[in-house]
């Protein structure tokens, strides 16, 4: 990916610099400064709820926490651990309050302790990709990483959308947990009838 996007702008830059090479190195310097400015600006904010994780982490509320969710979680989520589901649970807590990169290493965690499948360990299970499906949906409440941004950016009112905001995830959400729902179960059946055909063969 970083290739990609390393091509992008090498391609971009030769383009401008032929039409308008003044306007080449203002538009470099003006977005070196911009995502220094937006750098420090994440870096404030995400410093702020990590360090909220982990005392959320020391003191055991996170384990409140994962207790709290912990019905949704085992529904959505059949057959995993308590440690696991803690970190499925802090991973959907952080992705409530729009801290999609704060999610991450949790997702990560959660991933390295989901159970695998024995006959096919390289392959990913329907848990993983429904935990991919539900951090890249990533139900808000309260998407403080894009008001921030907004606030940072001198909006009127940088909270304005958070209604549409609350309904398009939680319908993105819920779509795709439907989704992941119905084509593992298409998966199986056809695992099913594939062995069941394999076995009257023989």
Known sequence: MSIIWL????????????????????????????????????????????????????????DRLAKLLHPIVRRIFKGEDAETEKYISLNISANLLGLGNAATPMAINAVRGMKRDPDRPAVATTNMIMLVVISATSLQIF?????????????????????PCIVATVASTVIGIIGVKLISSVGRAVVRRRKKNAGAAL
């Open 7 to 62: 091509i992008i702008m090498l391609l971009s830059i030769a383009a401008l610099l032929l039409v308008d090479p003044a306007a080449a190195l203002e538009a470099m310097i003006t977005g070196a400064n911009d995502a220094v400015s937006l750098a420090l600006t994440l870096v404030a904010l995400y410093g702020i709820w990590l360090g909220l994780f982990e005392i959320l982490a020391q003191t055991g509320i996170s």
């Open 143 to 163: 998407p403080s990483t894009v008001i921030s941004m907004r606030a940072e950016h001198g909006s009127a009112d940088p909270a304005d959308f958070l209604l």
